[in-house]
Nanobody, 121 residues
Framework: QVQLEESGGGLVQAGGSLKLSCAVS????????MGWYRQAPGKQRELVAA???????NYADSVKGRFTISRDNAKNMVYLQINSLKPEDTAVYYC???????????????WGKGTLVTVSS
């Protein structure tokens, strides 16, 4: 069974920083794209940042210049460095990954359970 587990959320003051981590575990052949989404209270889940297996990145306009996604393929980890936090960044942050269970299988999309980031003004 594949699992994605986030960590690193918490309460931080505006202007502060956090680093979120996501560990992928279980039986799989490889990981394709990995990313972070967030869902604020009363809002839809939105893409924050994503990275392909080749290292190409994509960021939401609202976080460009403040958030940085990175991954450690050897450890099956993806990270999100969050700087200059704003109260509007308050949300549950979810890790997402497309995995190949076997070498000849189609990618399957997996989600973590989320980690809460709360930014106080």
């Amino acid at each position: 069974q594949v699992q994605l587990e986030e960590s690193g959320g918490g309460l931080v003051q505006a202007g502060g920083s956090l680093k979120l981590s996501c560990a992928v575990s279980g039986m799989f052949f490889s990981i394709n794209a990995m990313g972070w989404y967030r869902q604020a209270p009363g809002k839809q889940r939105e893409l924050v940042a994503a990275m392909t297996s080749g290292g190409s990145t994509n960021y939401a306009d609202s976080v460009k210049g403040r958030f940085t996604i990175s991954r450690d393929n050897a450890k099956n980890m993806v990270y999100l460095q969050i700087n200059s936090l704003k109260p509007e960044d308050t949300a549950v942050y979810y890790c997402n990954a497309d995995l190949l269970r076997w070498s000849n299988s189609r990618p399957i999309n997996y989600w973590g359970k989320g980690t809460l980031v709360t930014v106080s003004s």
